[in-house]
């Protein structure tokens, strides 16, 4: 009933676009807190953006460049990804908090960005 699956990722050129989405399967209204992470080959997972009741945080590092946010109707979770650079390279996991707590993870998306 809980389930959160990734898609939109894919190869792009640095200055290029790329919109990620997180379908969250029995609504997204079942999560307090939504957010994405990354995680670069050789690296920790990192924080990317996070949205809660409208409020939303952003890594420094993608700061202006991203954008978080959700569709309501859709029960979809997006990241808007603009200004890409090569350092954006990694796998993306989508990421939420139910209401009754704990947490859950999607599968993940390759995000590849040629310089």
């Known amino acids: 009933q809980v389930q959160l699956v990734e898609s939109g990722g894919g190869l792009v050129q640095a200055g290029g676009s790329l919109r990620l989405s997180c379908a969250a399967s029995g609504g997204i209204f079942r999560f307090n807190v939504m957010g994405w992470y990354r995680q670069a080959p050789g690296k920790q997972r990192e924080l990317v953006a996070t949205i809660t009741s409208g409020s939303t945080n952003y890594a420094d590092s993608v700061k202006g460049r991203f954008t978080i946010s959700i569709d309501n109707a859709k029960n979809t979770l997006s990241l808007q990804m603009n200004s890409l650079k090569a350092e954006d390279t990694a796998v993306y996991y989508c990421?939420?908090?139910?209401?009754?707590?704990?947490?859950?993870w999607g599968q993940g998306t390759q995000v590849t960005i040629s310089s």
């Open positions: 990421y939420g908090r139910p209401i009754y707590g704990g947490h859950y």
